[in-house]
């Protein structure tokens, strides 16, 4: 399972302005809002939030991945965001973040879940990767560019 066999180019927003992480979710959740897997917005803002409050989701080298799961989801989806600057999100090595995935699931996606989460953390477990990301000019390049590193 390849992580983009789940993103979409309308799920992908890039060169964008953000000052916090609570802005950078926002606008996450403003990308599945067009996801016809979001069974109710509010319930999904909320399990975002919750999550994110609980721990962070900056998982070091410049990504981080906000995630939910639950009733309000009726399968998996993926959304991104590079980032204009990068942004401090409390993440786990201290370094301010670039690229964001967020993933949605429903309860019993699991395992997929689990999988992508792996993946992404894969693919950019070297800082380097990060800059052949941050200059791209469409959503197809972005979904090309994680193709080359599958």
Known sequence: MNLTDFLRPEMIKLDVRAN??????EKIIQL???SPSVVDLEDL???MIDREKTMTTGIGHGI??????????HCIDIASIILHNPVDFESFDLEPVSIVF???SPEDGEKKYMTLLSNIA???SHNARIEDFIDLKTPEDFINELRSHE
């Open 20 to 25: 916090d992480k609570w802005e950078i979710i």
């Open 32 to 34: 599945f809002s067009k």
């Open 45 to 47: 803002r909320a399990s």
């Open 64 to 73: 981080a991945i906000p995630h939910a799961s639950g009733k309000c989801i």
């Open 102 to 104: 967020g993933i949605i």
């Open 122 to 124: 894969q693919i950019f």
